[in-house]
């Protein structure tokens, strides 16, 4: 694009929207970045008129510079130039700046080639000491260096007065956006928090995508934000299908199907969820990545996501975290992941918004998800994978600034299946026709800034057919003891299921809604 388009189209958007001039400027842009000087003058004034009026409308900007004495017939022909185009969206607004800061660097870079030039070669005249020559030339490239690089900046007493004057902002003692009714981990995170990367990482079939979804599902709901949900792994059509199941209690196949297994429509019940998907539908955004959804594009998606509500507030999901395209080709798979991983962090920084990516494991990792060849096994806490069995990267971990595992725990399946399967029997229900349940060990393995909690380990019951996942309670480090009677524990999660909607027939369950077992939701420690 031609660059006195590029500023017409800038200024366009400067003068109608307030959060385009506030992204421009965090951004490093300034009016002497402009060539024209009607540009430079027009850019002024609206920066000016944005810092003293609430709404600036073409009226109010005309009368700024009739009494600034700048409303010249050229100035005039000018501004209707302007506002004859819309307004871009901030990724084009992004590209626009930056490619005024190059060109910028480039012409002051000119004349410090320049300076070099006239200063090697001038003959006959008084020469400058070299030493000074070369200090003003350090001072020039360093200057060139600052505005390439300018972004808003502050000194940390603007952070450090709000926090002294008053405590900071929080909801129901919850720093970041809440993702109850995960009430456990709610606590145990204080919510999603804005700047932080998040990362869970588990075997195949273990539900780390339905538990992002739920995830992201519960911050739109909750606080009514965008939520940017990027995979490379399903459809749109699948995970929609997947969150009307969830709402229902059925298959996602039967979802997809348009029927069950005996033929009959499941419209009805499908258009039951429509209210609950109402909730969060507006606010989450299901986005079928591929190669072309580098992070550059990711983040003017958000940018121009955040432009659209007219807030800062944004939430970004990857599923998953090694999928994602690089600009450039890297051969090297693990130093790739490394790079995306460090990209993703600083995106969460630049951003300031939560940033939660998925990570599947390794062999070895799903190897140590596997059923315990031994007894003793079963009660090693530390017989489980971890973040540094990442496909990829054994760095992960370092990036991140809250890192989980979702791995399966058999002793606990085993013994509910058996409870379940006992309480079928007696009840007269066959046996099997019981819903697949697992029970997986969340492991907050890495949790920076962490408020005290009862257990780094929260566990959830996993509906495999209906990928639901409910939240049941702590998992604490006397569970792990060969010694332990856990019955009571089992029966309080079975008669937590059963009252929240749990039948013992298959896709009979109406997933549970709230609370959990222990805490508020149940039995307390």
């Not at 951004?27 to 540009?39: I, N, R, T, W």
């Not at 929080?170 to 981990?185: A, D, K, Q, V």
């Not at 807030?311 to 090694?322: A, N």
């Amino acid at each position: 694009m031609e660059i006195y388009q590029m500023e017409t189209r800038l200024l366009s958007g400067l003068i109608r929207d307030r959060h385009l001039l506030t992204l421009a400027s965090n951004e490093g842009f300034h009016v002497d970045q402009l060539v024209s000087p009607q540009a430079r003058r027009l850019a002024k004034v609206t920066i000016d008129a944005h810092a003293t009026t609430v709404v600036l409308d073409e009226a109010g900007l005309r009368a700024e510079l009739v009494d600034r004495g700048l409303l010249t017939p050229e100035m005039e022909q000018y501004l209707a130039s302007v506002l004859l185009l819309p307004p871009p969206n901030a990724g084009d607004l992004l590209g626009y700046v930056e490619e005024l800061k190059a060109r910028e660097s480039r012409e002051l870079l000119a004349r410090v080639h320049e300076a070099f030039g006239s200063y090697l070669y001038r003959r006959n005249q008084e020469q400058t000491d070299i030493v000074q020559f070369t200090t003003d030339a350090i001072h020039q490239l360093l200057e060139i260096q600052r505005r390439r690089t300018r972004r808003q900046i502050a000194p940390i007493s603007e952070t450090l007065g709000p926090m002294i004057d008053a405590r900071p902002a929080m909801t129901n003692g919850i720093l970041g956006y809440s993702i109850s009714p995960f009430e456990r981990l709610n606590s145990l995170l204080s919510g999603l928090r804005r700047g932080f990367y998040y990362g869970l990482a588990g075997a195949p079939r273990r539900g780390k995508t339905n538990f992002a979804l739920d995830m992201a599902v519960h911050v739109a709901a909750n606080h009514k934000v965008p939520v940017l949900f990027y995979t490379w792994e399903q459809t749109r059509r699948v995970l929609a299908a997947r969150l009307i199941a969830k709402e229902v209690g059925i298959n996602p196949t039967t979802v997809l199907m348009g029927s069950n297994g005996n033929g009959e429509s499941v419209a009805e019940k499908v258009s039951e969820a429509r209210g609950s998907l109402g909730r969060y539908a507006p606010y989450l955004y299901l986005v079928e990545a591929g190669r072309k959804e580098t992070l550059d594009r990711i983040r003017a998606h958000a940018h121009n996501l955040m432009q659209e509500f007219q807030t800062q507030d944004i939430v970004l999901f990857f599923d998953y975290l090694q999928k994602i395209p690089l600009s450039a080709y890297v051969d090297d798979w693990k130093a790739r992941t490394d790079m995306v991983s460090t990209a993703l962090a600083e995106l969460s920084l630049e951003l300031n918004c939560p940033v939660f990516a998925i990570s599947p494991l390794d062999k070895e990792g799903c190897r140590l998800d596997e059923r315990p060849a031994e007894e003793t096994e079963i009660f090693n806490p530390f017989n489980r994978p971890t973040m540094h069995h990442s496909m990829g990267s054994g760095d992960l971990e370092y990036d991140l600034d809250v890192a989980m595992v979702l791995a399966k725990d058999w002793k606990a399946t085993a013994d509910l299946r058996q409870l379940i399967e006992s309480r079928a029997k007696a009840e007269g229900f066959d046996t099997r026709d019981l819903p697949k349940v697992d029970i997986l060990n969340l492991f907050v393995d890495k949790n920076r800034d962490a408020p005290e909690a009862a257990s780094n380990i929260v566990q959830y019951a996993f509906f495999v057919t209906l990928n639901k996942l409910v939240e049941l309670d702590y998992k604490l480090e006397q569970e792990y003891r060969p010694d332990y009677q856990g019955f009571s524990k089992l029966q309080e999660i079975y008669s937590f299921l059963r009252d929240h909607g749990f039948r013992p027939q298959r896709e009979a369950l109406a997933g549970p809604r709230v609370g959990g077992v222990g805490g508020n939701g149940g039995r307390s420690r």
